[in-house]
């Protein structure tokens, strides 16, 4: 097996997965070679494909840990969960996962969807999970907390998306804690605007 001495097999999966988010993210999948993560990692080409496989078994790892990781978040809220407490966690685990959210929209982008395979094996199932957790924190049933998500998640990709800089010119603050406050913010009144309108109806 190539890797490094000292480097556990898994170590280097891992460390493989969180290159290939961050350069995949950055360049696309026509953009990046194995040789481009595995110089990012310090191992050779032949160490990546001898855990994956080759190119497209890590691109559809990547995305896999993606939609994993995005799952955790049912760890991160809790039934009754205030409103605005709800969108705050939810903003910081997306906000430090900037990465993760530049290759999903980049692989939406660049196929034109999300694909069949990945709708029915994970976009689906992630989104039943999310719709169940916030449907139980704000106390509405799930497809309505479903719906809320759909509305949410473009201004939420917009935001994690763009770098810092763009955020605070785009919302004249002028520190990282006032951009954060400022994007919570409109979170929170997209979402009571969205509410209370569904309520009403």
């Known amino acids: 097996m190539a890797r490094i001495k000292g480097r556990t097999a898994s170590a280097t999966r891992q460390e493989a997965l969180a290159a290939a988010i ?11 070679s194995l040789a481009n993560i595995a110089s990012e990692i310090g191992v050779t080409a ?12 890590l691109y559809q790892a990547a995305i896999d840990r993606v939609y994993a990781d995005l799952a955790a978040l049912r760890d991160e809220v809790g039934p009754g969960m205030p409103l605005t407490d709800l969108i705050a966690i939810t903003w910081d685990f997306v906000a430090a996962r900037r990465d ?17 395979e990945l709708r029915v094996r994970q976009m689906g199932p992630t989104l039943d999970l999310v719709s169940t957790l916030l449907g139980a924190a704000l106390k509405v049933p799930p497809l309505r907390a479903r719906r ?11 935001f994690a998306t763009n770098a810092e800089a763009d955020n ?3 919302l004249g603050t002028t520190s990282d804690a006032e951009t954060r406050a400022a994007i919570i913010g409109i979170l929170t009144t997209v979402a ?10």
């Open 100 to 116: 993760h959210m530049r290759l999903l929209l980049r692989n939406i982008v660049d196929s034109g969807g999300v694909g069949d």
């Open 148 to 158: 809320l998500i759909s509305a949410l998640t473009h201004l939420v990709l917009r």
């Open 192 to 201: 009571e605007s969205l509410i209370a309108r569904d309520i009403a109806t």
């Open 168 to 170: 605070r010119v785009a």
């Open 46 to 57: 032949a160490a990546i494909a001898y855990h994956f496989g080759g190119k497209a078994q």
């Open 22 to 32: 961050q350069i995949f993210a950055s360049r696309g999948y026509e953009g990046t």
